[in-house]
């Protein structure tokens, strides 16, 4: 009829077209992550990315950054007086699910024995974030040291020179139950002294707790309790001049966190925040083991 034929729509239209609608800033920043080594985000072995790998990418992510830091907890933190509800394990996995994808950059999550590892292995993650812990041996501690050496192998300057901004960095988050921290504590030392990019979470339950879970004993015997340390205070007399707190409450922690992202020193160096658990507080996924393990050893 000699019209001109209209130019085809923006892609992003002709996907919504499809009825698929498109995907969203977030999805697309997490594929551009998930498409580049260490998630830097921006080339290929020098070669910029082609959006079309982004593009289509992007739609499979959508499900993996459906949580909101912002939203409400799944479960209660406060009792029907309106007063917080003392913090337990699930509040804490919660509460780090929201902090790691409410942050700008890629987290490693490093997992230490017990419910560190058990509680948080099934925690949904952005494609650009990494989960390491020790899947055979289960060395209580070694989270401490190692997470110092993620710091550093994720891009962490220790002392930038004078009058430079240190480097962004991959931010790392160091889950560790109080017997396992007591191991190798001395070490938040060294990562608070290279200003390393690292938070601590202590579960503090007073022990061990997948050994009570095993053979807990007579009630008279302590063997699977450890020695109550201030946590927090610790972390202060080791130089983190960071956020160095204990907290009680899903409150609590939950300002806690935002205190680690609330100021640029502790945002780009080292924080402590000390959980304190009822005894017998632990996940389901911890409490199977337990009892297979006792079964097993003829202990139930």
Known sequence: NGERASPPPPKAERVAENGSPPPSPRAMEEARLALTP??????FDGFPLWDGAVQA????LEGRVAVEPDGAMASPDRGADGRPLPLTVQHLVE????WVHAQPLPVTILADAGDALFAFADMPLRPSDWFISQGFYCSIGY?????????????????PRRGEAPAEARRVLCLVGDGAFQMTAQEVSSAARLQAPVTYLV??????????????????????????????????ALGV???ARRVGT??????????VDGSAEAAGGCNLIEATLARDD???????LGDAIKAKNKLA
């Open 57 to 60: 990418a992007a739609p499979s």
């Open 203 to 236: 579960l503090d339950n007073s022990g061990y707790g997948i050994e009570r879970l095993i053979h807990e004993g007579p009630p008279e015997n302590d063997y699977n309790d450890v020695a109550r340390w201030d946590y927090a205070g610790l972390a202060r």
């Open 282 to 288: 632990v996940s389901d996924a911890l409490r199977r």
């Open 143 to 159: 989270t401490v040291p190692a997470a110092l050496g993620a710091a550093l192998a994720g891009g962490a300057t220790a002392r």
């Open 95 to 98: 509460a780090v699910v929201r």
């Open 241 to 243: 001049k960071g956020v």
């Open 38 to 43: 260490g998630g830097m985000g921006a080339s």
């Open 250 to 259: 899903a409150q609590a922690l939950a300002e806690a966190l935002a205190a």
